[in-house]
């Protein structure tokens, strides 16, 4: 199972680029690391997936180095309304949970709260 | 918007009672996957689907249970209901089986038991 870490919470200023990274240690080779937004109350949305370099959407930006063992998503001059909970997932999301059952596991992602 | 349809995006009822939670995944889609949310809780998966057929379960209560259907809507069967069980239950859906395929999440339905 390929454990992520990333920040409980992120604060940043209206207009200011952020960057959220996530580590990876023991990333395997054909996992791709994607990342999804969750507003409350709203199911996560996904933002981007990427496998190696940068990859760049109307959205974010995913900047994963050559060892891929961390991944940096950056969002350009966020508003208020990027406030969010950020979640980064890699390729084997499965863990065995005992008794036959698996977990999709999520974890906590990172809050970001953007101040006017 | 994801695509992903969850109905009703309310639902009220009392202890004791059984409730259906319908999904009707993106367009495309086969494999359909139900999470829980408690309130500042994260997302619980409960159970996976592909194809019609059951592909993975997570920590999904006795009392819970589930189907895909040929059309490959799916529904979250939720009965004896609890208390406890007030949460947004969210639906998502994706192309592949795999772990790598992006999921696509409905709005939720959320569900109140008093």
């Known amino acids: 199972l390929a454990k992520t870490t990333q920040p409980i919470s992120m604060d940043s200023y209206e207009g200011q680029e952020v960057n959220i990274t996530c580590s990876h240690n023991n990333i395997a080779t054909n996992d791709y690391i994607t990342w999804y937004q969750q507003f409350p109350s709203q199911g996560p949305r996904f933002i981007i997936q990427g496998y190696k370099t940068k990859v760049t959407n109307e959205v974010a930006s995913l900047f994963i180095p050559a060892d891929r063992k961390s991944s940096t998503l950056s969002l350009p001059r966020v508003s208020l309304s990027d406030t969010a909970v950020y979640y980064c997932l890699v390729g084997d999301r499965w863990s065995y949970s005992g008794a036959g059952s698996y977990q999709l596991t999520f974890g906590k992602g990172t809050k970001l709260s953007v101040i006017p | 918007d994801s695509g992903v349809t969850q109905t009703p995006k309310h639902l009220i009822t009392a202890t004791g009672q059984r409730v259906t939670l319908r999904c009707s995944p993106r367009?495309?889609?086969?494999?359909v996957y139900w999470y829980q949310q408690s309130l500042d809780q994260g997302l619980q998966f409960l159970i996976q689907y592909y194809n019609g057929e059951e592909r993975a379960k997570g920590n999904i209560l006795e009392r819970f249970s589930a189907q895909q259907f040929p059309d490959l809507h799916s529904e979250l069967n939720l009965s004896s209901l609890e208390l406890g069980d007030s949460a947004l239950y969210f639906c998502?859906?994706?192309?592949?089986?795999?772990?790598?395929?992006?999921?696509?999440f409905g709005n939720g339905t959320r569900l109140t038991v008093t």
């Open positions: 367009s495309g889609d086969l494999s």
């Open positions: 998502a859906s994706s192309f592949r089986q795999d772990n790598n395929s992006p999921l696509h």
